[in-house]
């Protein structure tokens, strides 16, 4: 029986495995602190809802990732500290994050993390890590499709110049 033919589980994780999953981890950490932040600049309500689901959705992929990474014996990245609570108001304006800031940075940082968690799925041999990514992958799906329904509704949404006609050949 050769090495990736009995329980995946009992397989050792390859280099880009490890790397994939500690790096998604750090992912997680960083961007639970910096959504943290953000959470105190946000003024409108339906974006403070999907700030706070984009925070809970990273801690609970940061749990699976970081038990994948202890059951291998891998040291795990250092996190942030909690942010604590501020009142918007005590930001000063030229201080601040504003709503259609907040939600652009959230759908770059969904549309990166989508690309990482392919990237990742691509390089697993495991087939358990790969599902860990795959699952990963859907829920940032879901939430950039939330962002997105969100950033239209709002009207923050900025679309790069439309191409309506090709230019005449002559």
């Known amino acids: 029986m050769g090495v990736l033919s009995g329980n995946q589980k009992n397989e050792p994780l390859?280099?880009?495995?490890?790397?994939?999953?500690?790096?998604?981890?750090?992912?997680?950490?960083?961007?639970?602190?910096?959504?943290?932040?953000?959470?105190?600049?946000?003024?409108?309500?339906?974006?403070?809802?999907?700030?706070e689901e984009a925070i809970e959705l990273a801690k609970a992929d940061?749990?699976?990732?970081?038990?994948?990474?202890?059951?291998?014996?891998?040291?795990?990245?250092?996190?942030?500290p909690e942010r604590p609570l501020a009142d918007l108001e005590d930001i000063p304006a030229g201080a601040k994050f504003y709503d259609q800031e907040i939600a652009g940075k959230m759908s770059m940082d969904i549309a990166a993390g989508l690309v990482a968690c392919s990237q990742a799925m691509?390089?697993?041999?495991?087939?358990?890590?790969?599902?860990?990514f795959g699952q990963m992958h859907m829920s940032k799906a879901q939430l950039g499709a939330k962002i997105l329904?969100?950033?239209?509704?709002?009207?923050?949404?900025?679309?790069?110049?439309?191409?309506l006609s090709a230019p005449e050949q002559s």
């Open 14 to 51: 390859h280099y880009g495995e490890v790397f994939a999953t500690w790096t998604a981890l750090m992912g997680c950490k960083v961007m639970i602190g910096g959504y943290q932040t953000l959470l105190n600049h946000a003024g409108d309500k339906d974006l403070k809802r999907i700030l």
């Open 62 to 80: 940061g749990k699976g990732l970081e038990d994948v990474l202890k059951i291998n014996g891998i040291n795990l990245p250092p996190a942030p």
């Open 122 to 132: 691509g390089m697993c041999n495991r087939e358990d890590i790969a599902m860990m």
């Open 149 to 163: 329904r969100l950033n239209k509704e709002k009207g923050w949404l900025i679309p790069p110049p439309l191409h």
